[in-house]
């Protein structure tokens, strides 16, 4: 199983926590509570289980300069996302309802770079980062433009906006889950 693994967890998780956030929001707030709490660790887990995808990838990708440099910006967006989520995990563990969220968030904003760094340019690294070195795998045929279409549509799509996260954990899965096999078959070459 080993670093295969996290070519199918990472997207699945990334659904997982986009169902839980529609639960959530059935009574019309997010937040705070087990759904906002069990829905935030799914995607802090994915993060983290994409360090080692990105890494595959770059390797995938033949390394050099270029899947370096791209690889890098993920994990910086990926590291950026991680604050943000980490973020969202505290406050919705101290808060007491959708009011005290609303007001311990505002504070969050109002640290200088914050919004900026973690909210906005920092995870759209990871987004990016993770669509070009797809792009980069077709380019030098190490994967069918096919199969690397659902990653970068995928990819392109997080960042949309939250209700389109099923379409694009589903797409990312697609596009990643058959890289386990692959990427499994690799290590025991190397074994």
Same mark, same amino acid.
């Given at each position: =199983?080993?670093?295969?693994?996290?070519? %199918?967890?990472?997207?699945?998780?990334?659904?997982?926590?986009?169902?839980?956030?529609?639960?959530?929001?059935?009574?019309?707030?997010?937040?705070?509570?087990?759904?906002? =709490?069990?829905?935030?660790?799914?995607?802090?887990?994915?993060?983290?289980?994409?360090?080692?995808?990105?890494?595959?990838?770059?390797?995938?990708?033949?390394?050099?300069?270029?899947? /370096?440099? /791209?690889?890098?910006?993920?994990?910086?967006?990926?590291?950026?996302?991680?604050?943000? %989520?980490?973020?969202?995990?505290? %406050?919705?563990?101290?808060?007491?309802?959708?009011?005290? =969220?609303?007001? =311990?968030?505002?504070?969050?904003?109002?640290?200088?770079?914050?919004?900026?760094?973690?909210? /906005?340019?920092?995870?759209?690294?990871f987004f990016l980062?993770?669509?070009?070195?797809?792009?980069?795998?077709?380019?030098?045929?190490?994967?069918?433009?096919?199969?690397?279409?659902?990653?970068?549509?995928g990819a392109l799509?997080?960042?949309?906006?939250?209700?389109?996260?099923?379409?694009?954990?589903?797409?990312?899965?697609?596009?990643?889950?058959?890289?386990?096999?692959?990427v499994a078959r690799?290590? /025991?070459?190397?074994?």
């Amino acid at each position: =199983m080993g670093r295969s693994f996290a070519f %199918i967890a990472a997207p699945l998780l990334v659904t997982v926590y986009a169902v839980i956030r529609i639960l959530d929001g059935l009574d019309g707030e997010r937040g705070p509570g087990l759904a906002w =709490m069990t829905g935030y660790l799914a995607f802090l887990a994915a993060l983290l289980l994409f360090v080692p995808v990105f890494l595959d990838l770059r390797r995938l990708a033949g390394g050099g300069a270029f899947a /370096t440099w /791209t690889v890098a910006a993920a994990l910086a967006g990926t590291a950026c996302t991680v604050v943000q %989520i980490s973020v969202d995990i505290v %406050i919705g563990a101290l808060a007491a309802d959708h009011d005290d =969220m609303r007001a =311990m968030f505002s504070d969050v904003s109002k640290v200088p770079g914050m919004d900026i760094v973690v909210y /906005t340019v920092g995870p759209v690294l990871f987004f990016l980062g993770l669509a070009v070195v797809f792009c980069r795998l077709a380019v030098v045929r190490a994967v069918s433009v096919w199969r690397a279409a659902p990653v970068v549509t995928g990819a392109l799509i997080l960042p949309a906006g939250p209700d389109l996260l099923p379409v694009a954990g589903a797409l990312l899965f697609a596009g990643l889950a058959p890289f386990a096999r692959r990427v499994a078959r690799g290590a /025991t070459a190397h074994a």
